[in-house]
């Protein structure tokens, strides 16, 4: 979720104002950036339904990964490696041992961008919105492409029976990546579905099978 980097840029935007009427003197430090920020959150949103302005309060990663962004230096490789082991930590792996789910489910899933809205019922589950960045399957000819394509990906993973020893470290993986991204990718774009309880566990499980079992349209 980039809301991150439109708050932080309105701070810019506002840190502008207050510079030239102070004549341009000097430009704002970080600390004085971050207070106008958090200014500029206050006065310009509100709690609205399901929506909370919390929303908007940032952990440590995103927090980096937004400045990274915002100032064009990249996060350092070693800090990178700390931000993927923290999140790494945060993942939830299924409770009752099972990683995959119904394909079609996860596919209604993919399909669906209901959800976190103010106009949501917040009692009806998400949608995983996966289409709107990455083609799934060779049928849906409307998708994003922010992210990778995902058809054939177990396919072109070798996996043939999700259930297999053999197929263990590629299913713990899709299920890590959809729960938490940044646990392999630090300033990864993707959202953390599960640890930002966009999808809960059944879903995440639903979506891992849509993309593992051989069975689904994405592997055919």
Same mark, same amino acid.
């Given at each position: 979720?980039?809301?991150?980097?439109?708050?932080?840029? $309105?701070?810019?935007?506002?840190?502008?104002?207050?510079? &030239?009427?102070?004549?341009? $003197?000097?430009?704002?430090?970080?600390?004085?950036?971050?207070?106008?920020?958090?200014?500029?959150?206050?006065?310009?949103?509100?709690?609205?339904?399901?929506?909370?302005?919390?929303?908007?309060?940032?952990?440590?990663?995103?927090?980096?990964?937004?400045? &990274?962004?915002?100032?064009?230096?990249?996060?350092? &490789?070693? /800090?990178?490696?700390?931000?993927?082991?923290?999140?790494?930590?945060?993942?939830?792996?299924?409770?009752?041992?099972?990683?995959?789910?119904?394909? /079609?489910?996860?596919?209604?899933?993919?399909?669906?961008? /209901?959800?976190?809205?103010?106009?949501?019922?917040?009692?009806? $589950?998400?949608?995983?919105?996966?289409?709107?960045? +990455?083609?799934?399957?060779?049928?849906?000819?409307?998708?994003?492409?922010?992210?990778?394509?995902?058809?054939?990906?177990?396919?072109? /993973?070798?996996?043939?029976?999700?259930?297999? &020893?053999?197929?263990?470290?590629?299913?713990?993986?899709?299920?890590?990546?959809?729960?938490?991204?940044?646990?392999?990718?630090?300033?990864?774009?993707?959202?953390?579905?599960? +640890? $930002?309880?966009?999808?809960?566990?059944?879903?995440?499980? +639903?979506?891992?099978?849509?993309?593992?079992?051989?069975?689904?349209?994405?592997?055919?």
């Amino acid at each position: 979720m980039k809301l991150s980097f439109s708050i932080r840029t $309105a701070g810019v935007v506002a840190a502008c104002g207050v510079t &030239a009427l102070l004549g341009c $003197a000097s430009s704002p430090n970080s600390a004085a950036l971050d207070q106008i920020t958090d200014g500029v959150v206050k006065t310009s949103f509100r709690d609205q339904g399901m929506v909370k302005v919390s929303r908007l309060v940032q952990d440590d990663s995103n927090r980096e990964c937004s400045m &990274a962004e915002a100032t064009g230096k990249p996060v350092s &490789a070693e /800090r990178a490696k700390q931000i993927e082991e923290a999140n790494l930590r945060m993942v939830k792996w299924p409770s009752d041992g099972k990683f995959v789910g119904d394909w /079609r489910e996860g596919e209604k899933i993919a399909q669906s961008g /209901r959800g976190l809205t103010w106009t949501d019922d917040p009692k009806m $589950a998400n949608g995983g919105n996966c289409y709107n960045c +990455h083609q799934i399957t060779k049928e849906e000819i409307s998708f994003g492409t922010i992210g990778p394509s995902l058809y054939n990906y177990g396919k072109i /993973r070798g996996v043939s029976d999700p259930s297999s &020893a053999a197929a263990k470290p590629i299913v713990e993986y899709t299920w890590g990546k959809i729960w938490n991204s940044k646990a392999y990718n630090a300033c990864s774009n993707m959202p953390r579905a599960g +640890h $930002a309880g966009i999808l809960d566990e059944a879903q995440v499980r +639903h979506v891992v099978g849509l993309l593992l079992d051989p069975q689904s349209p994405v592997n055919k």
